[in-house]
């Protein structure tokens, strides 16, 4: 299976520090990208990084892609506790997106 | 603002009672999406529609149906639901269906089963 697997399952952090977390998958891509999902809420989109790009940023999010060793991270700085939610990296396969399991970030007061 | 709305937010239904779930969209997209998501997991994919096209996943169960009457609507019939099916239902819509498209989510319905 192409899904990614996502590192750790869950984070806590105190706010205002930074919180980082990995997606590992298992076959070559041409792109990768990473959700956000709000406690019983749809996933949002937020950032789509291609295989020639080794960074990209968005706001406070800044994502790294190291096709060699298969993986991806997602680093979130300056946490709030508005990024409370799961995070999930998603692949691609065929005509679809195949999304790992997520990690579950909890930002604490 | 354009968008993907499903309704309703929150849907019972009892033990083997039919149920359809509903989903639009404003972007005019071509693709749309059935994902079904239970705590904790990963949205799994049941099927989509390239404009009228509709692709099964291999492992979706016939209980599952699809109906895309037009490119803004899609729904999905559950046509006798079990206690298994008790999830969050997720539609989602991209513009085409290459690899690794963006997608765009609707809000979900969450399923409980009597």
């Known amino acids: 299976s192409q899904q990614g697997e996502e590192d750790p399952q869950a984070l806590s952090i105190q706010e205002g520090e930074n919180a980082t977390m990995n997606c590992s998958y298992k076959?070559?891509?041409?792109?990768l990208q990473w959700y956000r999902q709000n406690s019983g809420r749809g996933l949002v989109h937020l950032i789509l990084?291609?295989?020639?790009?080794r960074e990209k940023h968005s706001g406070r999010l800044r994502v790294t892609l190291d096709t060699s060793k298969k993986s991806s991270s997602l680093l979130i700085t300056a946490s709030r506790a508005a990024d409370t939610a799961s995070y999930f990296c998603?692949?691609?396969?065929?005509?679809?997106?195949?999304f790992g399991k997520g990690t579950r970030l909890h930002i604490l007061p | 603002d354009a968008m993907v709305i499903q309704n309703p937010r929150y849907q019972v239904t009892q033990f083997g009672k039919p149920v359809t779930l509903s989903c639009s969209q404003t972007?005019?997209?071509?693709?749309m999406y059935w994902y079904q998501q239970k705590s904790s997991q990963a949205p799994k994919l049941l099927f989509h529609?390239?404009?009228?096209?509709?692709?099964n996943e291999a492992d979706t169960p016939d209980n599952f149906q699809s109906r895309r009457p037009n490119t803004s609507f899609c729904f999905l019939d559950i046509r006798s639901p079990g206690l298994g099916d008790a999830a969050m239902y997720l539609c989602?819509?991209?513009?085409?269906?290459?690899?690794?498209?963006?997608?765009?989510f609707g809000p979900g319905t969450r399923l409980l089963v009597l």
């Open positions: 989602a819509t991209s513009r085409g269906p290459l690899d690794g498209e963006t997608q765009y």
């Open positions: 076959t070559s891509i041409n792109n």
């Open positions: 990084i291609r295989s020639n790009e």
């Open positions: 998603a692949t691609p396969g065929g005509d679809k997106i195949i």
């Open positions: 972007l005019n997209h071509n693709v």
């Open positions: 529609y390239y404009d009228k096209d509709f692709n």
